[in-house]
């Protein structure tokens, strides 16, 4: 590729919440931002994000009867278009964020040239919740099945629901989920947990939580909704049913962060580091948004009040 061809001044990759926030934003300040929002694939890869895999939206400002995740994106999307955002369904495959204008590859990575440069990079790329890979997991999600307890727990009022995972994020939302649910079964691989202590009183004294210790979930019940939780017992190998209609997976995230490593500094578990109170990487007019580099609040509102901040961030420095 020639340089003077089609060097853009604005790359986005990754289309969630934070991506076409910053799409809108640099879009509307006339940058024709070019967003590679991804490809859906069986890895869990998804143009949109992870609001394409969940439900009905109920706490994103603005829409007093909720709205459906997808049906978010797509507005998002729209959105950004309409003023100009060059969307591309496309994966992003190689980065070289070493040399400017930085360069990025789809499709064959060791192609000598690359697909597109741009003067600066939004990364938007997200993090993925860690599943069980049970086989009727993926089918269910959103029908019972969800990785999101402030999202979801609403929904399941007066009901027998379970949490798989033994952590702090397990603990917090088995807590969170006791103002809906009438029972929350915590379902742990072991017999300890790895909680802090603050959060594992908390989550013993809680009268609506029980225990369910030294068990696996080997597969999720039910056609078109979850109708009950396949367990066993990993060291009598006794198999049983439980019968609960919804199940919160909170193992853990995995920021998708794979094409940055070598490039950008991230933390030992893969968030990228950025600015304090700012977007900014450690390479100059490289900025990172939303779940990609927010392992704590991990919204869809924060994600997108971080893409307008990436956005701002980006606009002040090509000015500069
Ligand atoms: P985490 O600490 O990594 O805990 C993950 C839990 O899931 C562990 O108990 C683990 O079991 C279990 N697990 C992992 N893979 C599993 C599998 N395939 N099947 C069954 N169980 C599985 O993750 P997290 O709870 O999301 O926390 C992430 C970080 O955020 C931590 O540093 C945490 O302290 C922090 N955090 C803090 C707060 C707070 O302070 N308010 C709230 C949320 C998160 P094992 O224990 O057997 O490995």
Redesign the pocket.
């Known amino acids: 590729m020639s340089e003077s061809s089609d060097v853009r001044d604005v790359a986005i990759i990754g289309s969630g919440p934070a991506g076409l926030t910053a799409a809108i934003y640099t879009a509307r300040a006339s940058l024709e931002p070019l967003v590679i929002e991804g490809e859906p694939s069986s890895t869990g890869d998804q143009p949109g994000g992870q609001l394409m895999l969940t439900t009905e939206v109920e706490n994103f400002p603005g829409f007093p009867d909720g709205i459906m995740g997808p049906e978010l994106m797509m507005n998002c999307r729209a959105q950004a278009e309409r003023f100009g955002a060059d969307l591309r369904t496309e994966k992003v495959t190689k980065v070289d964020l070493s040399a400017r204008p930085f360069s990025i590859w789809v499709g064959d990575p060791d192609a000598a040239e690359p697909t597109y440069q741009a003067k600066a990079v939004i990364i938007s790329t997200g993090a993925k919740a ?1 599943m ?1 890979d049970l086989p009727n997991e993926q089918r269910l999600i959103g029908r019972g099945v969800s990785t999101c307890a402030t999202c979801d727990g609403f929904f399941f009022r007066d009901a027998d629901i379970a949490i ?7 603990m ?1 939302e088995a807590n969170f989920l006791t103002k809906f649910a009438k029972s929350v079964t915590v379902v ?3 017999e300890e ?2 909680a ?1 202590q603050i ?1 594992q009183d908390r989550a013993m004294a809680n009268p609506k939580i029980k225990f369910l210790w030294n068990t ?1 979930v080997t597969d999720v019940l039910g056609d078109d909704s979850m109708t009950g939780l396949a367990v066993e017992n990993v060291q009598t190998g006794e198999k049983s049913e439980l019968d609960i209609t919804g199940l919160f997976i ?4 995995r920021p998708n962060t794979d094409l940055f490593k070598g490039q950008l500094e991230m933390k030992d578990n893969g968030y990228l580091i950025t600015a304090p109170h700012g977007t900014q990487t450690n390479v100059e007019g490289v900025f990172a948004c939303g779940d990609v580099q927010d ?1 704590t609040y991990r919204q869809a509102i924060t994600a997108a009040g971080s893409g307008c901040a990436a956005a701002l961030d980006a606009e002040r420095w090509l000015e500069a």
């Open positions: 860690l069980l798989v995972g033994g952590g702090d994020s397990a917090e742990h691989r072991r947990l790895r802090s959060m696996v909170a193992i853990g995230h392992e």
